[in-house]
């Protein structure tokens, strides 16, 4: 009574526009509970939401929250969406966990924002013929599923699980039903039947990844050739940016505000290039917005001379692995009200030039090496600091704060937490290099810095109530003697 073929039946019947339909049936050693929302004109599945559970009574307690989930699903608009009918999986085990995992993975694609979903009872043989009887006009109930040809789907998604001797995987391909032609094809291995459910999830990913990554950049294209004003990408998945991929740099031909955000979800934008995964040049404000998670194989965001970027609660930059580090400021102006930066193999926030900081909110924590670090490359980098943390983070001098000679740093808020580290046993919480009135001795040895100058560090945590001004020496400033 839940195939797509019944609920369009009983929907017309009825006189509904949605019906929601579950089942609770059993994939190996697992009770599974699939619960979807099905529009009926067009046989469309427009949300949907999965679990596993030991007894009856965890399901009762979790259906507030799954019933919160569907209805968010299905306010999202897919009209733009190609769509893709979703064909039962071919397993040996039997109908029952074919269909279970089929209606796993429309869920999951669903889930992706990268096509609209037709679940479909049928084989792919008879999806091409009922597409190929709506083009011609046919409407006979028996035959079609949906009415209008508009709403047929011209892709279908046909699987299969396969086995050979121990080993276990999932061949799925999407299908062009008019040509025969396949747009897309993958696989996955899995163990058991009860490993199939994050096989299908990952499989989900490996058959949309394409799909979000090319509307991402055309979206980016778009912007780019677009004049003056502000412009949202949402992205409705996770999207990857390959090694092949041109650089993601808004163009500065017009002064732009440009937000990139996540859905009713986090969403993940990753490179994995080499290089900066978002570059923020002169005239354009990039805000990183809800449900937003950065990542990339080199640095995070590069915002250059002029541009600026803006940092909200919810978005996270985090395992940036190259370049300076999480964010880096080169004559540009960074604020960040909420968010967090963490676990980026260089600095949190590296700035050079004249480049402003200021941070009022979020967390800059766990980044191996300091949590803002100022360096006078041909500048006088500032960072203020009226709210937010800085935590856990550790470098050579600074790890929470590292201030180059002429930068300037000035906290009258925020906490910098006890647990940032220096490596070379001072200036745990803040590192101070002091101005050099001698110009010819720029290059002058730590070491001797610091025996001229000792009251220059701060060691203990400083919390919201600490004042600290690296324009004023000892404890005026808010420093404490070396260690």
């Not at 086995?163 to 799925?172: I, T, V, Y």
């Not at 499989?203 to 003056?228: E, P, Y």
Request: aromatic letters at 6%; charged letters at 20%.
């Amino acid at each position: 009574m839940t195939d797509s073929d019944t609920i369009a039946r009983l929907g017309r019947q009825l006189g509904a526009r949605y019906i929601v339909a579950g089942s609770i049936t059993r994939l190996g050693g697992q009770q599974l509970l699939v619960i979807a929302i099905m529009q009926i004109e067009n046989l469309q599945q427009i949300a949907g939401e999965w679990l596993t559970f030991q007894s009856i009574s965890e399901v009762r307690s979790k259906l507030p929250e799954i019933a919160k989930n569907i209805v968010a699903a299905s306010q999202k608009n897919t009209s733009r969406l190609q769509k893709l009918a979703v064909l039962p999986f071919q397993m040996s085990s039997g109908d029952r966990e074919a269909d279970a995992l089929a209606q796993i993975l429309a869920i999951e694609i669903i889930r992706t924002g990268a096509y609209a979903v037709f679940p479909r009872t049928k084989t792919l043989e008879q999806v091409q013929a009922e597409y190929n009887n709506q083009s011609s006009g046919g409407t006979d109930d028996y035959s079609v599923v949906a009415i209008g040809r508009g709403d047929n789907p011209l892709l279908a998604l046909s699987g299969a699980a396969r086995r050979l001797d121990q080993d276990r995987m999932f061949n799925a391909a999407i299908i062009n039903v008019e040509s025969g032609a396949q747009v897309k094809g993958d696989s996955v291995e899995y163990q058991a039947i009860e490993d199939s459910i994050e096989a299908i999830q990952t499989l989900a990913k490996k058959l949309t990844g394409d799909v979000l990554r090319l509307a991402f950049l055309k979206s980016v294209d778009d912007i780019n050739k677009a004049g003056a004003g502000s412009y949202t990408i949402t992205l409705t998945g996770d999207v990857t940016i390959g090694p092949n991929d041109k650089d993601i740099r808004f163009t500065a031909n017009a002064q732009k505000t440009i937000t990139i955000q996540g859905d009713s979800a986090e969403r993940s934008l990753t490179s994995q290039r080499n290089t900066a995964l978002l570059e923020v040049p002169s005239g354009i404000t990039l805000v990183l917005g809800r449900n937003l998670r950065l990542s990339s194989v080199g640095s995070g965001v590069d915002v250059s001379t002029g541009g600026t970027l803006r940092m909200e609660n919810g978005a996270t930059i985090a395992n940036c692995g190259g370049g300076f580090g999480g964010v880096y400021v080169s004559d540009g102006t960074f604020t960040m009200s909420g968010g967090t930066i963490s676990g980026n193999k260089n600095s949190g926030v590296f700035l050079s030039g004249n480049s402003t900081f200021t941070m009022s909110g979020g967390t800059i924590s766990r980044n191996n090496d300091s949590g803002v670090k100022l360096m006078d490359f041909k500048g006088n980098p500032t960072f203020t600091m009226t709210g937010g943390t800085i935590s856990g983070n550790t470098a050579n001098f600074g790890g929470g704060v590292n201030v180059d000679k002429n930068s300037v740093f000035v906290k009258t808020g925020g906490t910098i937490a006890g647990d940032n580290r220096s490596t070379e046993g001072s200036g745990h919480m803040v590192y101070l290099s002091m101005k050099l009135d001698d110009k010819n001795m720029s290059h002058i040895d730590s070491i001797i810095a610091v025996q001229s100058y000792p009251n220059n560090v701060r060691n203990t945590a400083a919390g919201p109530s600490v004042n600290l001004d690296s324009r004023r020496l000892g404890s005026a400033g808010g420093w404490e003697p070396r260690r």
